[in-house]
């Protein structure tokens, strides 16, 4: 059946409700990997919930169908000049799905990039949902305007949720202005505690740096640092020579400014494609910048890729490596983005059981019957 | 303003429950004597006064949690207060209730500048954060115009914006983590130092949650190595309509200012005759303020200025010096203390997307002549974020409940034209009872299952942000 309203999807859900029946959400397909293993005895779609309802450029917000791909969002906002803020990652290279990505996907997953640094995450930009709950509910958060405190943030609370919350039928987002030109300072050759501490310099600086990555490995094999700058054309060319002056210490830099090589160097580190073709398990542990290289050092049989200035690590490690006992003594989290059954190894670090029992508490609310992405969060 | 009856019950065991607060309180942090309390019977709302049964201050997390479990055991209800500040009578209390004020939790618990975040207990007031960190020439973004007052935990109550917030995001944008203690005085910890944690968002419903959801008594902050300088352009428009045309035109072109502010005909002529800050005699003024290194600055100003001229601006005012700046800014900023001096009056602050803002503004001055009483118009231009302030005289007999009507229906449009009741201050008490007119039955129901979960018995600042009628049966259980 496909679903093409909100008013499908309540039908549905109510209908499935009534019945216990488990439902696995989808929406382009491309994420189904992330998440625990969930029972489901059907599956809802809502890749016919497409369209833009509504792009006010001057108001700086979109509002667009759950099933929306992702693509067709970003052209619409790039005819105008706009963008979405938090760069979200694609997770087909990676994760070696096929299919489009769509808003809601986006959405359910939180997913960021590399601007995360600066910009904020997906949940920073999303100013509006509508949704359906697991009792056929149709549900309404926020609103079309990015400053908003009426009552709870629900927003923020189902992006991530991962579906197990509601559906997602309609996201609204405040949205940025694209850059006219970027900059990208690279330095070759940093141990990733040097690269750290230079990522970290350059965004204790007053130069607005949009993306601070360092990886061990580069396409000439070599560590590279990675610091990104946008802006209007003379702005950028200021702020990127004061950072080479800044980081002189760190040795000889470059900068690259051709626009689709800085494009493509990116979504290189955004999609984590150093890692797509290669074996092994993924790993995405979030800490704080500084405890980034320690991170690395306690995983020595692992690769690595650092973003947002070293506070994001994904790491390749060999197949089924339970990382977490590695990382003891270290706060932050970690989730097993790629590997074999998900039921095997427990994908995310333990809880707190007063968090936990708050996450079950309201899954329980929104969800009585469990039949939204069962399990999916642990 | 319709309060929930106080529990008979709860006030005839005044004396016990102040003895258990007092064996693990120090003395004088337990306060209970009439008089003394009278200084927490409003907040900022200074319209609606209760007196509470008993106030609390403690010094820790681990007071907290002691008092919590006190009250959490007697069934006694807790309002908790960080400066007193809200405008929408977040803080108001109950005759019932137990205040707890945070104010004398005030330390900065941790600086760390390589990963740009510091940690402080929720009573440190919103500028004293960006003094602790100010030498090193960070700050914290999130700016409300209360800011030497406010508190951090009533920030994160209220999800605080401010005049930056175009480009630095609000409250929530900038908390990575807080301590957070239940009603039953469990402490849990929720984010941290980092940038994503797993699980739900709890963080992001806690911000913003009104108090409603548990006490938070540390904060972890994200700061920001200040910019290089600022400066900002005044502009005077014909008509409101142009103004709001210019800013439209501003934000399309890919120019984004730190601060969009914008002021009304009424507003301009009391902030003239009250700050003497050289504003044209203008419909409509704008003040536009781009931050970075002189050259970016100029080559900003540069672009923000051609697309002024295109709109005939009657002045076009750069700020050349940081005199120059101040003297620009200072009318805004005296804005609230003008229009004070002249009567009493209520600052309502819906959003509404950009677009209305001519719509919007004509209605209102059609408003204002059907209720007789005059209102002035500041307003955070970007983001769509109003303040209309409705003047009125708290000694004259019905011009309170004037003032109300006026300002509700006004929220009313807001709302009807796709925005919302607030943009900044938060439900409280005061657009409590309007909550039904932005949000259906189910969706307030969604939100208070929220609550639910983190305070079954309904005992924090239960009589907040949903009607009455909606809560009811929640709250008598």
């Not at chain 1, 990676?94 to 808003?103: D, E, F, K, R, V």
């Not at chain 1, 560590?223 to 002056?245: C, D, H, W």
């Amino acid at each position: 059946m496909t679903l093409k309203t909100e008013t499908d999807v309540a039908k549905f859900i109510g209908d499935a409700n009534a019945k216990v029946r488990k439902l696995r959400i989808v929406g382009g397909g491309t994420r189904q990997q992330l998440g625990k293993d969930c029972e489901s005895d059907a599956a809802l779609s809502t890749a016919a919930l497409t369209g833009i309802s509504l792009y006010e450029p001057s108001a700086l917000t979109i509002v667009a169908g759950a099933g929306t791909p992702l693509a067709d969002i970003q052209e619409a906002l790039a005819v105008e000049g706009q963008r979405l803020p938090f760069e979200p990652m694609d997770h087909r290279s990676l994760l070696g799905s096929t299919g489009t990505p769509t808003i809601g996907g986006v959405v359910a997953c939180n997913i960021s990039g590399p601007a995360r640094i600066q910009a904020g995450a997906c949940r920073d930009s999303l100013i509006g949902v509508c949704l359906v709950d697991g009792t056929g509910t149709v549900i309404k958060n926020g609103g079309r305007v990015m400053k908003n405190v009426t009552g709870y943030d629900l927003v923020k609370l189902m992006a991530g949720s991962m579906g197990t919350l509601g559906v997602l039928t309609e996201v609204a987002f405040k949205v940025l202005p694209a850059p006219e030109t970027t900059a990208v300072l690279l330095l070759e050759g940093l141990t990733d505690v040097s690269a750290v501490q230079a990522l970290s310099k350059a965004l204790c600086s007053p130069y607005e740096v949009s993306g601070a990555a360092h990886v061990q490995k580069g396409l000439d094999g070599v560590p590279v640092t990675m610091i990104r700058i946008e802006g209007f054309e003379k702005s950028v060319a200021y702020r990127i020579s004061q950072l080479q002056n800044l980081l002189a210490d760190y040795g000889e830099s470059a900068i690259e400014t051709d626009p689709e090589r800085t494009k493509a160097g990116w979504k290189w580190v955004r999609d984590v494609e150093g890692f797509s073709d290669r074996l092994g398990d993924v790993w995405r542990i979030s800490v704080k910048p500084v405890d980034g290289p320690k991170v690395a050092k306690n995983l020595p049989y692992a690769d690595c890729l650092f973003d947002w200035g070293g506070g994001l690590i994904w790491a390749l490690v060999p197949e089924k490596t339970d990382i977490r006992k590695d990382l003891q003594g270290i706060s932050g989290f970690a989730e097993r983005v790629r590997g074999g059954a998900q039921d095997t190894v427990p994908a995310r670090l333990a809880q707190n059981p007063i968090v936990a029992k708050i996450e079950q508490g309201l899954r329980a609310k929104f969800d009585p019957n469990e039949i939204l992405n069962t399990g999916i969060m642990g | 303003m319709e309060m929930p009856t106080p529990d008979i019950r709860i006030m005839n065991q005044k004396s016990q429950i102040v003895q258990l607060l007092q064996e693990v309180l120090p003395k004088e942090a337990v306060i209970f004597e009439p008089r003394e309390l009278h200084a927490y019977e409003c907040d900022a709302l200074t319209a609606y006064k209760c007196p509470p049964m008993i106030v609390v201050l403690p010094s820790s997390t681990q007071e907290v949690s002691a008092v919590l479990k006190i009250c959490h055991a007697q069934g006694v209800p807790v309002v908790p207060r960080g400066s007193g500040t809200s405008l929408a009578g977040g803080a108001l209390p109950t005759e019932d209730c137990v205040i707890l004020g945070v104010a004398r939790m005030n330390a900065v618990l941790e600086t760390n500048y390589d990963d740009r975040y510091i940690r402080v207990q929720s009573g440190r007031t919103n500028l004293s954060v960006t003094g602790a960190v100010e030498e090193h020439d960070f700050f914290y973004a999130p700016d409300p115009s209360s800011q030497l007052a406010c508190a951090i935990a009533g920030n994160v109550a209220m999800n605080s914006g401010g005049a930056h917030c175009l480009k630095y995001g609000v409250t929530t944008n900038n908390l990575l983590g807080v301590t957070l203690v239940m009603m039953d005085g469990e402490v849990v910890e929720i984010g941290g130092a980092y940038l994503d944690s797993s699980g739900l968002d709890l963080l992001g419903v806690i911000c913003g949650s009104e108090g409603q959801l548990g006490v938070v008594t540390e904060a972890t902050l994200r700061i920001l190595r200040k910019p290089e300088g600022a400066r900002p352009v005044l502009m005077g428009f014909d008509s409101n309509e142009v103004a709001g045309a210019c800013v439209s035109d501003i934000i399309k072109a890919g120019v984004l200012p730190v601060a969009i502010e914008f002021m009304d005909r009424p507003c301009v002529e009391a902030v003239e005759d009250f700050a003497k800050a050289g504003y044209p005699t203008a419909e409509a003024v704008l003040i536009v303020e781009v931050e970075g290194s002189d050259a970016e600055i100029d080559d900003q100003l540069d672009k923000i200025k051609k697309i002024a001229l295109k709109h005939n601006p009657v002045e076009l005012r750069e700020s050349k010096s940081a005199d120059e700046s101040a003297a620009i800014w200072a009318g805004r900023k005296a804005a609230f203390g003008a229009m004070g001096r002249i009567n009493d009056y209520m600052c309502l602050d819906g959003t509404i997307p950009v677009n209305e803002l001519p719509l919007v503004l004509r209605r209102i001055g059609e408003m204002s002549k059907k209720y007789g009483l005059k209102v002035a118009n500041v307003f955070h231009a970007g983001d769509g974020n109003m303040h209309p302030l409705i003047l009125f005289d708290a000694n004259k007999p019905g011009d309170l409940e004037l003032c109300e009507a006026f300002g509700a229906e006004v929220l009313k449009l807001c709302v009807e034209v796709g925005g919302c009741l607030t943009g900044e201050h938060g439900v409280g008490v005061e657009k409590r009872d309007l909550m039904l007119t932005q949000y259906s039955m189910d969706d307030l129901e969604a939100q208070m299952r929220v609550k639910d979960v983190f305070d079954p018995k309904w005992l924090l600042n239960a009589a907040k942000v949903f009607p009455l009628s909606c809560s009811n049966e929640r709250r008598a259980k």
